[in-house]
């Protein structure tokens, strides 16, 4: 099942017509967080038209991670391209790949109208996709952007697999950074905290079932503790 996240919306009219698309699509679940208008705005009604009802299916949080707890694989959406690989906070998969990777919950997030999603906020999403645009003017309207992602998706059915938690994931990537400090490498906590936003990105495209990272955490757990008797 596909959730839609908006993060601080500004635009009452974009709101409108991004229900009106959800409805065209068949899409009903939406989240809003910290919105910056009415849903009682009557710009939303005259836009939305018949899509209006939708208002009733809206959840809102005042927190992201609050928002995005409850889903098996978080989604974020960015139009800014890294202009190198190393940047792995940023790396990011084309719409077109996206579809083959979605199973369990999942949260597609778009940022705010003006800066999008902040750093800290695409840090807790599981991988970053963009929309192939024009170099000369690659950002698109808000409700443009739901729009193409839902038509996309619209005839996709969800895999029905238990996808790794959020807690799982978290314990993971919590075992890694460990793993990675015993060992020291990279040199840097710079650069080990790099590392873990590149681990982030490759287990966000792996997309690993629950069975599949209880796995890897006994795997690692086993590692840590024979690396830890060695230390002693």
């Known amino acids: 099942m596909i959730t839609v996240i908006l993060v601080e919306p500004k635009n009452p009219e974009n709101f409108g017509a991004i229900l009106r698309v959800m409805m065209n699509f068949g899409f009903k679940k939406i ?7 009415s849903f009682e705005d009557e710009k939303i009604k005259k836009v939305a038209k018949h899509a209006y009802k939708l208002v009733n ?21 960015t139009a800014k391209i890294p202009k190198s690989d190393s940047n792995f906070l940023r790396s990011y998969i084309k719409l077109k790949d996206l579809k083959e990777m979605l199973k369990g919950e999942v949260a597609i997030v778009f940022g705010r109208e003006d800066i999008g999603l902040l750093n800290e906020e695409i840090k807790l999403c599981d ?20 729009a193409i992602f839902l038509y996309e998706l619209s005839s996709l059915k969800i895999r029905e697999f238990r996808l790794a938690s959020q807690r799982e994931k978290e314990v993971l990537f919590k075992y890694i950074e460990e793993l990675l400090e015993i060992v020291e490498f990279p040199s ?21 079932t629950g069975r599949e990272v209880n796995t890897m955490l006994g795997i690692l757990r086993k590692l840590l503790k024979i690396l830890k008797a060695k230390e002693e």
């Open 127 to 146: 991988i970053l996709v963009t929309i192939p645009t024009s170099r000369d003017y690659p950002t698109l309207n808000l409700s443009h952007a739901v």
């Open 57 to 77: 299916n809206v959840k809102i949080f005042r927190k992201f991670e609050d928002a995005i707890k409850e889903f098996d694989f978080v989604i974020g959406t």
């Open 31 to 37: 989240i809003v967080v910290n919105p910056q208008f």
């Open 188 to 208: 840097s906590k710079e650069k080990r905290r790099k590392a873990i936003i590149m681990f982030k990105r490759i287990i966000g495209r792996a997309n690993l």
